[in-house]
Each structure stands twice: as C-alpha cells, then as structure tokens.
C-alpha cells in the first residue's frame, strides 16, 4: 500500500480529521464513475484501489506539503502520514465533492500539525547581517532548522486551479518558499491553498475550521509580508526573458569558472549586490567584493577537485557539486547549489551543503 510505514500513528484522530471537515460534500466536480468504483474497492480494504485514487494528485501534494514546511524530507514524511490518515478515514468521504480537495484537506491538516510542533525553517540572512570577508572554520548552529532545495521533477507545469495566481514552479521558488516560513501557520495555508492551488475563500474557511472573512484577513496580512519579503519579480519571468540557451550557457560558464579556479571568469558572471550563502552554515556574504573574498578564499583554492551536474531545482537553475582530492579520485557529494538570475547575470547563490539533499534528485553520492 502507498501509505506508509508498518505502525504508524496519525496525530490527530481520523474521525475528526477527515469525517468532520469534507465528508466529500464540498464544491468541486462529481466524482467520476471509475473513481467511485475504485472508492468503493478501497473502503472495501483494497489497498491497489486506494493507490490508484492518490497516484495522480502525488506530485502536487508533495509538492504542496514541501510549501508548508520547506524541507523535502519534512514532506515525504508528511504526505505519508496524510495518505495514512486519508487511507484509514476513507469510509467517511462519500463521494459526491472532490477527492482531489478532501486530500488537500488531509495534507494540509498534517503540515499543520507538524508546523505546531518544530521552529520554522530557516536561511542564513535569517540569522544575522552579511559578513564583508570570507568566514573560515564555523560550525553549524545545532538549534537551526534550514529550508532545503526541492527538485524540479516533483513539480506539474501550469497553475492547479483557474483561480490560482502562483504558476507552480514560480511557487517553488526559493525567495518564495523562504517568505512563507515566516507566515503564521494558518496564514501560509490559505495563502497557498488560494494564491497557488486555486481554492475559494469558502472552500478554505470548511478545510480549516473558520470563516471565509477570517480566511480573508489570514490572505491579506500573508500577502503584505510575502510582498514584502520577496518585492522583485518571479524567477520565472527573468528565465523565460532570456531563454533556455541562455540560462544553459551562464550555468556552463558557472561550472567551468569553479573547476578551472578562475576567479575572473566567475565574478564575471555575477551582479554588483549578489548573495552567497551555504546554510548549513550561518555566515552569508553580499556584494561582489565580498562574494569574491569567499570564492577566492573557499571554492576557488581550498576545494582540490570539483565535478558538477546541471539540474533543476526550486524551479530555477541549479547545479549538483561534488569534490574529490585530486582530479582523478573520486568526488563525492557536497552540495546543491541554487542559482537566482537577473537577466544574463547570477544574483544569488544558494549552496545547500550536505550529501542528504542528493537522494531526492536522483543523484549518487559519487563519481569517478
């Protein structure tokens, strides 16, 4: 079965998780005729019926549950808690609304219990002001949660639903996801649930237990601090302005720059106020002089050996690092690095260090 672990446990009781709140009653379209025989094997314990029903909506909800929480494996663990829960309080959804809503209605009550229980994830700007030359030597802060990378082959192209005004890479973005740990709870659900998955006001006042005025006031107040938070335009836009051959080459020319050591090459392609930083590590750097410092400083000379991949993550261009003693050891793993763009230039870097953001892109641990 799809849902889960041997023993697991829900959080919250199912009757009043799933019964109580959607009952499948809800707006949306009917059920269709393959879908109602497929609930109706499931209720029967059909667990292969049950898989059927949730594989299509897989993507989306994880990707949804990646939102809320900012931590790939924050949602993996998530949404199988919410399918078990979902699986288990199957009997009490009739049918006649969506099952696509009354399973948003799940995930998006487990990451809300999960967001109750943990100190929201964290970036490094969060911590304190940029330092103007490079730090060496400093230690993760042991009582820091940190966002995480999220790989683009979890994401479906085009917005969830007609009313949603996020497309769903631009609602991956990093910028984005990191605005939204600074929500409240409840704020970051209906935000999400409205502005990028398209559900009306009355659609979530009935998933969270409220009002739609409350859920209104929840929108505007999360919508004044993602503005101003994230006050420049999506990275969709600026990639799609210059192009897919373009966005390559500046990724090329960011690899070679790193493995050749070419310092040159590198603040070539970077603009006058860019960023780097590499949580888990607390220090950040802002502004070519600075940035350059460190890349002098750490990846351009004290890292022996680089190989790379291009990827996709966050919705953005990005590149799997990893680095080996010597050009012909073996390289291990050794970061995900994010790349914001502002035109044909890098404005950011994020450099999520640490083998474990690897596995969910599909990515080994080391190459030749």
Same mark, same amino acid.
Do not use: I
């Given at each position: 079965m799809v849902v889960g672990r041997s023993g697991d446990s829900p959080r919250r009781a199912e009757s009043s998780l799933v019964g109580e709140v959607f009952s499948g009653r809800s707006a949306g379209p009917v =059920? %269709? *005729? *393959?879908? %109602? *025989?497929d609930l109706a094997r499931a209720r029967a314990g059909d667990d292969a019926a049950f898989t059927r029903l949730v594989q299509p909506l897989r993507r989306e909800l994880h990707a949804h549950c990646y939102r809320m929480l900012g931590s790939t494996h924050d949602a993996d663990d998530a949404l199988q808690d919410a399918l078990l829960r979902a699986w288990r309080g199957l009997a009490r959804f009739e049918g006649r609304g969506s099952l696509r809503s009354w399973l948003y209605v799940v995930a998006t009550r487990t990451c809300l219990d999960v967001v109750g229980t943990r100190v929201r &994830? #964290?970036?490094? =700007?969060?911590l304190g002001p940029a330092s103007d030359h490079a730090v060496l030597g400093s230690a993760p802060p042991a009582d820091v949660a940190w966002l995480g990378p999220y790989p683009d082959a979890g994401l479906d192209d085009g917005p969830a639903g007609p009313a949603a005004h996020y497309e769903q890479r631009e609602a991956v973005e990093l910028a984005f996801v990191a605005a939204l740990q600074h929500l409240p709870a409840n704020q970051r659900a209906a935000l999400l649930l409205f502005d990028v998955l398209g559900f009306s006001s009355a659609e979530i006042a009935t998933m969270m237990d409220t009002s739609a005025t409350s859920v209104n006031s929840a929108l *505007? &107040? #999360?919508r004044k601090i993602v503005a101003e938070k994230v006050p420049g335009p999506a990275q969709q836009r600026a990639l799609r302005q210059i192009g897919d051959a373009r966005v390559r080459e500046v990724v090329t020319r960011f690899t070679t720059a790193l493995e050749r050591g070419d310092a040159d090459a590198l603040v070539a392609l970077l603009t006058e106020d860019v960023t780097w930083s590499m949580p888990p590590l607390p220090h950040w750097y802002r502004g070519l002089a600075a940035v350059t410092d460190f890349a002098v400083q750490v990846p351009l000379t004290r890292c022996p050996s680089w190989r790379h991949r291009p990827i996709g993550a966050n919705g953005q261009p990005a590149v799997a690092c990893y680095v080996g003693e010597n050009p012909t050891a073996v390289h291990h793993a050794w970061s995900i690095n994010v790349l914001t763009l502002r035109g044909d230039r890098i404005t950011d870097i994020t450099s999520f260090l640490g083998a474990e953001h690897f596995a969910p892109f599909g990515l080994p641990l080391s190459v030749p």
């Open positions: =059920v %269709q *005729a *393959a879908e %109602q *025989a &994830r #964290a970036m490094p =700007v969060d *505007a &107040r #999360a």
